[in-house]
């Protein structure tokens, strides 16, 4: 230890950072209730649907068939 340091300074500094720490640490679980509120976070799969699955599965077919066409038609011209 440095010359002038006590154990009851370094104890007394280690239990004020420790409070500091739990202050901050109840603070931070204050700021983020108060952010995320419950109907934010939940999410309602209800409005995804089978429906809405098969509409991206023909997108996606659609466009790899067309980008499949234009390479083949690109190639023989």
Known sequence: ????MSISNVNKGY???LEEYKSLEKENKELKEKLYE???TV???KYETNHD????NRGF???FSAAFIGMVI????
Do not use: D, I, K
């Not at 690109?74 to 011209?77: I, P, Q």
């Open 43 to 45: 999410f309602n799969r």
């Open 1 to 4: 230890m440095p010359r002038g």
């Open 74 to 77: 690109s190639t023989y011209l």
């Open 38 to 40: 419950p109907e934010q």
């Open 61 to 63: 077919l659609a466009g």
């Open 53 to 56: 699955v098969s509409t991206w």
């Open 15 to 17: 239990n004020n950072l």
